[in-house]
């Protein structure tokens, strides 16, 4: 019982389409063909084109156009995914979060998670009073 939402495909025209700039919590993928030779201005639209920065992925053979991708999209995606499906990290063994919009990207289930909840403090506390307060540096010439 329950709710049910059908798996849905968006084909858009434009790469500046809403559909790229929604972050949908269910089976919904926009999809934009882009002509040969814009990669790199796609990337660009990607990357400026969401508040949202949650998940990512790129399926390519071409391990430039990876690491093009990994480069350029460092700040669109907190977990970026090669290859592979950006469903989901894998609890407990992945640390997930995103920045922007998606959040702090803190990275729970990650030991790095601690440091946002610490505040740093240094304390330098001397044993032994000084007896002279003068430096080399304001010796008179």
């Known amino acids: 019982m329950g709710y049910f939402v059908r798996p849905t495909v968006l084909l858009s025209d434009d790469p500046t389409d809403e559909a790229f700039a929604t972050e ?12 040969d030779g814009y990669y790199e201005r796609i990337l660009d639209v990607v990357d400026t084109g969401s508040r949202y920065a949650l998940t990512g992925a790129v399926i390519a053979d071409d391990r430039r156009a990876v690491l093009t991708a990994q480069d350029r999209l460092r700040f669109a ?12 990290a894998v609890v407990g063994r992945q640390p997930f979060g995103g920045s922007r919009g998606s959040g702090t990207n803190d990275k729970a289930g990650s030991p790095l998670n601690l440091l946002r909840w610490t505040s740093a403090r240094t304390i330098k506390e001397t044993f032994v009073p000084a007896t002279d307060h003068h430096y080399p540096h304001m010796a008179a010439d």
């Open 77 to 88: 995606a907190g977990n970026f995914y090669v290859n592979d499906k950006p469903t989901g």
């Open 24 to 35: 949908y919590f269910g089976p919904v993928l926009a999809v934009h063909v882009y002509p």
